[in-house]
């Protein structure tokens, strides 16, 4: 079992779209995957409920009322959605139980105020393996002065930016069939799995 956390302290950073498309990339590739929901307001379980039956499948449980974090071992992938305000202890032992970290964070200078403090405590807990966390840029294109004023705020704290994910519909449509961009008919998300390529690379990497 290999498990991948998505974090970010701040609520409406696509912590649950990112947790979802990237538990759809591994059932398509034919992984047993269980999506791990912490977030009292149960936001992947609800996507998880109108998921298609004859969509590759992804289970789930809420795990939000755990003390400490144990997650399935009998899954090839384990995806956690984290909630918002995660810190202290719990994150502590959240970071300890999973093999790579992925921030989505939005260029605005008020999400970036808000993950600060967030990315020093994570920056501090794995020191002796930075390569484990990895920022996913959300809704901005990399060429835009957003996008550059994200990379000079991320200079500070030596974490890479593993992928720019695109502002469109596509994820907001998909979501609401309990489906990903990695779900038939995969050709009108061309572009979009196109920018997940170096995403789903990253997180698979031993």
Same mark, same amino acid.
């Given at each position: 079992m290999r498990a991948v956390l998505v974090a970010n302290p701040k609520g409406g950073a696509g &912590?649950? /779209?990112l947790a979802t498309n990237l538990s759809g990339y591994f059932a398509n590739?034919? &992984? @047993?995957?269980t999506l791990c929901d912490l977030d009292r307001q149960q @936001?992947?379980?609800r996507w998880m409920a109108f998921r298609d039956p004859a969509l590759p499948?992804? /289970?789930g449980y809420y795990a939000g009322n755990q003390i400490?974090?144990?997650?399935p071992k009998e899954s090839d992938w384990v995806v956690v959605d984290a909630?918002?305000?995660l810190q202290g202890y719990k994150l502590s032992d959240y970071l300890r139980a999973v093999? =790579?970290?992925l921030v989505p964070l939005v260029p605005s200078v008020f999400d970036m105020a808000a993950t600060e403090d967030f990315l020093n405590s994570i920056r501090g807990e794995i020191r002796s393996n930075r390569m484990k966390v990895g920022i996913v840029a959300m809704r901005v294109?990399? =060429?835009t002065k957003a996008a550059g004023m994200l990379e000079e705020f991320l200079r500070h704290f030596d974490i890479p930016i593993v992928s720019y994910l695109r502002n469109t519909q596509n994820y907001v449509n998909v979501a609401a069939a309990g489906a990903t961009v990695f779900d038939p008919p995969r050709a009108r998300h061309r572009r979009d799995l196109e920018q997940w390529d170096a995403l789903v690379k990253w997180v698979e990497c031993a």
């Open positions: &912590k649950t /779209t590739q034919g &992984k @047993s995957v @936001s992947a379980l499948p992804v /289970t400490v974090l144990n997650l909630p918002a305000g093999d =790579r970290v294109d990399p =060429r």
